[in-house]
């Protein structure tokens, strides 16, 4: 028994010698990392901007203006959006911002060369950049912040900042990242995908064209700041040595990924491969189900062989058109838009019979499509094997659009535009696709055109679908003007729509598909030209953020 | 799916010993299928546990037990709540099986869709297993000086867990294999989740009993514990088998293999002190201290001390209520108190976290590329917070405790008042943060109520019977809320003034019978979620502020709009009814439980009958606006948009119910023999009835925004078996 005792104090003693020797309560992350250990070398630098690629949004589908449909009706385009209470349209650019600031407060922490830290305080600024173009774009003025909140930042409560404030901000970050950031010719090939004094100055050419734009189409004075601004960034990144790339056709599909494609100034990179997919989009597959399809309104922009328009900018018949031009009721085919048509055409969309997403195109639109077309450009037969596993790069901004940029910037600015600049830039693009009659000023003069739709024209059949439409009509203040109108589709005929039930199919007085008809569209020219601001943002803000005018 | 689905449920126990020693043993197990006709949808439970108590000397007192609980799922690979969905709710154009013309070869149809049936038998496996060990010691000594006692215990409880996902690729064809139209889990992968956990727990009370005069009866406590727990986990992944029918890591293609690890730790220490008084079993009172630690807080913040007091009275004990003939027992209660709660706190919270981009798991979005490599970036997900303490929990209570007529009838009846004075809540602060903001002591929520609990019991002759009733009520109030007032159309879980979790919703009148009537109505009120080609057909809601439009208006309880508050989510009113029989060999017992006030919503989703241009209209749809059916429950069929089906008084559910929760018949088999001491029959029924106004597809019980993927509601049956040996 005593034995017993003894062993049974011993236990005792020792749990209790474990009870207070053992009890720390100290309990540290171990699978991950802390802030506190982080921001020391170059490589710690690297990982925190790279957060900022990671967070660019690639492939998006946009159909809010009038030249694709999506398969169900784009409230935006259509007029019926309402006030939501939340969107990621407004937060998502400020979690861009917040990487950006965050990097722009800790980089001081690392030891490393001004040289280097400045690289990459370079990246943060042009992505701050970005996300506040895409916010001022959408919403008008918006929270200037340049510095990361914390939870009772007294901040948070801010009012809106005016946009040429904003604007303000963005020019010096750009220029801050052209300083710092390599020339595309200098950047190494493993680090393809991130940006460069290029990709830094042509957006400051699309911001300035942009502000300076809708300055003058909106009755804001200072524009022409903007113009100024724009011309400056578009000839800087003239002479990087960026070249069109040589096929048109293939520049969106996966032939024109890569540092050898000199035509790409900004893109975000998918990849590698279906077979080892590290991040894939869908957007070919996109195509086949009719969510990017083609809309005649786009179509009627396009010139034909002769250089010569049938439709104004504002979506009309001109009176002196191409010779090529056949009316709708009389088009006989399916394929008859395309005949001597400006060769993008072809590469905008398929033709009838042409081997398209499954086998030959048959018009329908049963499988997605409602207009009745198949979307062509950025069709990758890869992409499309496997569901979500697409990897041709996402080409946000291209040498072709500073090309356009350009020459819209500098007419908008002095009302006139040299033949040199003109050739330099819109017979640039014409060229490289076929395209042999140039625009110069006595083309223009001779047949009576208007230079700035023809500009503005050249722009829409480049650069389209690649989701630049809804601002640009926002800014020439089209938008009231071409969102009211029937949206049209393909033509009806029997022998190409083989099996198509035409009692399914809504047709207008030249057996043209309407695909929504104008009485369903509105736009509120008081209102429409912003974005409505999320309701929760101006509650939180304690009514300091207030709404954009005319909604409620 | 199963109309019908198997269940049973063994148990096996064994106890004995001496005048010193016990023991007890028992050992169970469960079975129960799926609501899946085909494929993997079971799960199954075994338990062991043992018991050994001894007493060594007058002193010592040794007290081992040790428990195993083991769980096995096995699902689907593709998730049973989404193939529900699919079954419930695939076109019917869509056949299961192909046509005969058809030379793919393979037997169902997925044209455009996924096939539900397909899915079941050839999606693949997921099996969950779960163990759990637990051991665990005390060791008491007594009275080694009079009165006083020493516990000592310890427990470690371990666990571990496996999870492996085998998702097989499934294709389905066009009109030949060339053409896919349609494919899941392609390629093939299999997706592997090992941890092991252990919580151990130490404690350490001493309680000192002693009376001072002889009426004046006093119990001191003192003691410490101490808990920690942390769990090691590894997940690891594949894709692209070598067969769609073998899954190992081995064989995955080495590219895509994926593997991660987490470790979460945490520790609490306490040490806590009581003293109790008693006066004759009259007058009793209790003071007690405690002062916990914690390891998720910041050093500055982690540890608080939490007092607490309590009073009861004894009046049948007092003099002038003694032999009243009246009550037996009759006593008041009282209690004051503060207790800390930092469970709901996250493991780290304090220390900023950068997360890995190498390890975010699934969702492809979240991966970066660079020259073709799958590339490493780092990012805080989410603001630290070392400014946060522990939740301060103070509850006030009283009672009152009767018994009258010979013990026959009983009383309790409590009053509480609990406040939270250090609310974690999600702060809702503006986006231009840019950054998840974590949960904060924001707010201080009020919850108040009281319950009781009548009950007879009496026997006449053979016959003993109980009748039990029980009704409670419990609200709450959020009274501070710094994280500002946001409403909006729906559930809405945190509103300063308000109770948790209120249903915002229009208030609507009927449907527009015709297009006039509708049109007439357009050019008062513009509604900017309806479709521009609205009529006939379609729900009005009325503008009740009469701005001329239906909306959310300033988004605040005081600026709502066309909102109404139509209540909450949480139930008020619980009550339930107990009744117990027993005569001879026989017994029976019936429970029903009820709800008094409730509301909820049904998933937008799931109520619109095609919001998804896959979707099929359920059977309660028929009953859908026509002209000819002008009072449908239902309004007129639209697809791929919900605008019918905001959150509104047509379709807020009331949730009030009454259930027959449990029914159970007995018969003790009047048999006595050697071997087998008692022998009984029963029947039992779980839910088997209940009343309620709640659409009828689904069952009262559920959850808010209930959606199509529920598991589908079962009543059970079950006959057994007690043998005693």
Redesign the interface.
Known sequence: ?KV?NIS?KA??LA??I??FG???????????????D?WNTEN?LK??A??L??QLDGVQLDSRADDNVN???NLTS?G????P??SGE??GP??????A??ILEKSERASVTDEVRNGYLAEARFFRAYAYFQLVQRYGDV?L?TK????D?E????PRTSKSEIAAQIYEDLDFAKDWLPAFGALP??????VTKSSAQALKARVGLFLGTFGKYHGESGYEEHLQQAIEAASFVMNQGHELFADYGKLFVNEGDGPANKENIFVK????SA??????HNYSRDLENGRVAVTRNLIRQYLYEDGLPAYSERNELKANRSSFYIQEGDEERYNSIFDHRDPRLSYTLFRAGEQAY?GPWVPTTTLGSRTGYATKKGFSAVDWQ???AGTTDKILIRYGEVLVIYAEAKYELDGAISDSDLDLTINALRRRVGMNVGLTNAFVANHQLDMLEEIRRERTVELALEGLRYTDIIRWKLAETLLTQHILGAKYNETDWEGADVSNLNLNADGVLVVEAA????FDVTKDYLYPV?????????GN?VQNPNW? | MNKYSGMHNHNVSVSGGGEKTVYNISTGYYHRDGVLRYGPDDNARYTLRTNLSTE??KY?SLDVSANYVGSEVNENAYGTDQIINRLYRSRTRQSLYVPAEDITGQPYNGDLQINAVDIQKNAGEWRRLYESFTGRAN?K?KDLVKGLT?D?S?SRNQDYFSSVRNRRTLTWYGRSTN?TRF?IH?PNSTENTKNRGYLNN?Q?VATYNFDVLDHHHFTLLGG?S?EEYRKDELTAGAQ?MITNDFFSLNYG?P??KTNG???E?????SYFGRLNYNFQEKYLFEASVRYD????LAHEN?WKLFPSFSAAWRLDQEDFLRDNGIFDQLKLRGSWGQLGNGSSLG??DY???????LNVPTS?????????????????RE???AQKTWEVVEQSNIGLDMTFLENRLSFTGDYYVKRNKNMLAA?????????N?PR?NVGELKSWGWEFDLKWRDKVNDFSYSIGFNLSDNQNELVRFDG???I?EGHVELLEGYPMNTVWGYKTDGYFQTQEEYDQYKQMVST??????AGAGDVKYLDLNG?G?I??G???PEEPGDLINYGTTNGRYFYGLNLDFQWKGFDASIFFQGVAKRVFLINEGTLSPMLG?ADLPWTIHMDRWTPDNPDAFFPRMYQ?SAHNYRPSDRYIQNGAYLRLKNLQFGYTVPLRTASIQKLRVFFSGQDLWEHTDVLRVFDPEVPNNVSATTYPFFRSISFGLNVTF
């Open positions: 028994m017993i049974i236990v005792m749990t209790l474990i009870f053992s009890c720390s309560l100290d309990r540290f992350p171990e699978t991950e990392f802390s802030d506190q982080f710690d990982f925190a790279n957060r690629y990671q398969q169900t009706v259509n019926a959006r309402s006030i209470s939340t407004w937060s400020y979690d861009m911002i917040f990487t600031n965050n929270p912040v990361t909140l914390d939870f930042s901040e948070l409560q801010m090939t493993v680090d393809y995908g991130r990179i998918y990849g590698e077979s080892n997919l590290i991040l894939g499954k496997i569901n979500s009485s369903t569209r509105r999320p309701l929760n943002e101006i509650s939180l803000s304690g953020v409620k | 060594v000397n010592i060791l000594i020493l000592l310890g053409t494919s392609n130490l350490a410490t101490y692209s293609d590219l895509t690890d987490l470790i730790t945490w520790a609490i220490a630690g914690s390891s998720r982690r493991f780290y220390i900023p976290l950068l997360t890995s981009g492809q979005e979240d991966r970066l590329v660079f020259n073709n490599l799958r590339t490493q970036f780092l990012y805080q603001l630290a917070s702060l809702n602060l503006p986006s231009i943060i840019g950054i903001v904060f500002r007032n946001i909006n900017p979620f309806f479709p521009n080609n701005d439009v909306t959310a300033g988004g605040t241009t791929t």
